[in-house]
């Protein structure tokens, strides 16, 4: 959760109230000015690009960029090549990369229309199956997935290029006697929403998408455990803390999405209770805690795919009666998020800085901020479609004014807040510079090609004082602490570095703001405190 400050002088917290007002104001004029939300997203899109490890395709539009990571796998006997770097250093971890392919995934299904209109489609599933075709390589038998090539400790004692890495390339599997059903389910989630993407365009691919997907549910779901205890080398970097249970319900309740096969439903609501879907009221959606994401679905209408039959509803229509009062709690538990973010729940809300930043804790807060808004973003059109509010201790909330709350967010990511800085890289004038990032931070390959060692880039390149040779466009960072205030410093890794979860949710974001008429006028941006 995030900090709490307590002061208990009142005149202290007078001058607090009367200075946060005043930074407000000073800067709520910029915030009323519209950005360009088609923008950001093709330059979001741009960073995953960046980020790609193997051999880069013809088409590569982030030039400064070039092949690495060719020989992943090769000591396992299994082609590894491709996939994801996760953030500024070369691990591949499967974790990580699999929820960034689903939140890609489930922006496109939410948001294709908006996306194509903006022209940045094809750019969003090229984005998708950049991830999943290493996915499908990673899963080589029923059983088997491996999640993780390189090691993090030996990376980090390394300041590279990606395509001169001479870091361990170690790849690590889980399997039936050496099981993570967390991350096993994830890599689930991400294919099956991928395979509803895909499903019109590329329908061959999108079978076999889903035909991966079930056989990986079967088996994180059969051979129950924590990845983090088969595959130690990811505990001080990717820790499950959550364990596996909220993967489990998230993975069935995407395979309910893209089959229509109701024993995937039944699964979510049978174990809703056992595996915490509706006894966790949580304030966090991320790559580890899944239960806000899966409540969100589990509240609104599924389709099953490959049917003439009518729309299954699930409960936004009062269908599917003999699951509506688990489904009820999980939309319960799902609106008790969205409403701590409004800050309309009681006692429970979520903290917000002093420029009104939703502020969860001080390492890469951004990632929570992404996630937040993706969902309240989503779940006003739901909402809006069925013409329903949401329900805020006793509060009704219109779907516009969520959509409004979100639209602020993303605002105070693109430069409307007290430094006036955009935090998502490349966009506008005023951006980190020296972002903790090690093919950025190092000139590209293709204008020096020649070799620099493990320890050299942080002798000449780490601990220099000018800005990266290479702006690693799209790329959101951790961003602000509970203040506002940031420092942007190639060391600061809790603030200047950026990963490819923090970004993906804003794609969908993005596309649909892009598309909104949605205005913020001066006084809605200044808030008491």
Partial sequence: MGIRRQCSSRCLSSFLAKTTLFVLIAFSSATAVRFNYGEALEKSLLYFEAQRSGRLPYNQRVRWRDHSGLTDGLEQGVDLVGGYYDAGDHVKFGLPMAFTVTMLSWSVVEYRDEMKGAGQLAHAMEAIKWG?????????????????????????????????????????????????????????????????????????????????????????????????????????????????????????????????????????????ECFGGIGWAITEFSWDVKYAGLQILASKSAQPSDSTESVIQVLMEGKQERYANVLKQYQCKAEHYLCSCLQKN?????????????????????????????????????????????????????????????????????????????????????????????????????????????????????????????????????????????????????????????????????????????RLSQSQLVYSV
């Fill in 132 to 272: 999943t075709d290493y996915f499908i390589k990673a899963h080589t038998e029923p059983n088997v997935l491996w999640v993780e090539v390189g090691d993090g400790d030996t990376d980090h004692y390394c300041w590279q290029r990606p395509e001169d890495m001479t870091t361990s390339r170690q790849a690590y599997k889980v399997d039936a006697q050496n099981p993570g059903s967390d991350v096993a389910a994830e890599t689930t989630a991400a294919m099956a929403a991928a395979s509803m993407a895909f499903r019109d365009s590329n329908p061959h691919y999108s079978h076999l998408l889903l035909h991966h997907a079930q056989e990986l549910f079967d088996f994180a779901d059969m051979y129950r455990g924590k990845y983090d205890g088969s595959v130690g080398a990811v505990k001080s970097y990717y820790a499950s803390v959550s364990g596996y249970r909220d993967e489990l319900l998230w993975a069935a309740m995407w395979l309910y999405k893209a089959t229509g096969n109701d024993q995937y439903l039944a699964y979510v609501v049978n174990n809703a």
């Fill in 346 to 518: 009681n006692d429970s809300n979520v903290d917000l800085t002093p420029g009104r930043l939703i502020y969860v804790r001080q390492w890469n807060n951004m990632q929570y901020v992404s996630t937040a808004t993706f969902l309240l973003t989503v779940y006003s059109d739901y909402l809006q479609k069925a013409n329903k509010t949401l329900n805020c201790v006793g509060q009704e909330v219109r779907p516009q004014e969520m959509l409004e709350f979100a639209k602020s967010q993303v605002d105070y990511i693109l430069g409307s807040n007290p430094r006036e800085m955009s935090y998502l890289v490349g966009f506008g004038s005023n951006y980190p510079i020296n972002i903790h990032h090690r093919g950025a931070s190092i000139v590209s390959y293709k204008e020096n090609s020649g070799f620099i060692g493990c320890t050299q880039g942080y002798d000449h390149w780490y601990s220099r004082s000018r800005p990266n040779p290479n702006v690693l466009v799209g790329a959101l960072v951790g961003g602000p602490d509970n203040l506002d205030n940031f420092s942007d410093h190639r060391g600061n890794y809790m603030q200047t570095e950026a990963c490819t979860y923090n970004t993906a949710p804003l794609v969908g974001v993005f596309a649909r703001l892009n598309t909104s008429k949605l």
